[in-house]
């Protein structure tokens, strides 16, 4: 089992930054990727950005060069900074861990960030 808490959401202006974190714990061993989603009201969830155990990333094609994902093994942590938000990022962001061998998903419980004036 795989146990997520996500922080770091906010209300910020467009064009500003912020970093969501995501602790993990329990059996952290087994996860091979974590990734970030995000569901807007009214839409379906979908991928912001990944890193796999190697740490090779993937991004969403509108997040390229705005969001970055980030890990910190020593802290068990995976962080996204996310700079020059637009209103069209407000979301409710989950972090995920996958575990392939167990053909596992585990999801955090979501931090709500709103970008708005």
């Known amino acids: 089992q795989v146990h997520l808490v996500e922080s770091g959401g906010g209300l910020v202006q467009p064009g500003g930054s912020l970093r969501l974190s995501c602790a993990a714990s329990?059996?952290?061993?087994?996860?091979?990727?974590w990734g970030w989603y995000r569901q807007a009201p009214g839409k379906e969830r979908e991928l912001v950005a990944s890193?796999?155990?190697?740490?090779?990333?993937n991004y969403a094609d509108s997040m390229k060069g705005r969001f970055t994902i980030s890990r910190d093994s020593a802290r068990n942590t995976v962080y996204l900074q996310m700079n020059n938000l637009r209103p069209e990022d407000t979301a409710v962001y989950y972090c995920?861990?996958?575990?392939?061998?167990?053909?596992?998903?585990?999801w955090g419980q979501g931090t709500q960030v709103t970008v708005s004036s």
């Open positions: 329990g059996s952290i061993f087994s996860i091979n990727a």
């Open positions: 995920n861990a996958r575990v392939v061998l167990t053909m596992s998903d585990y």
């Open positions: 890193i796999n155990w190697g740490g090779s990333t």
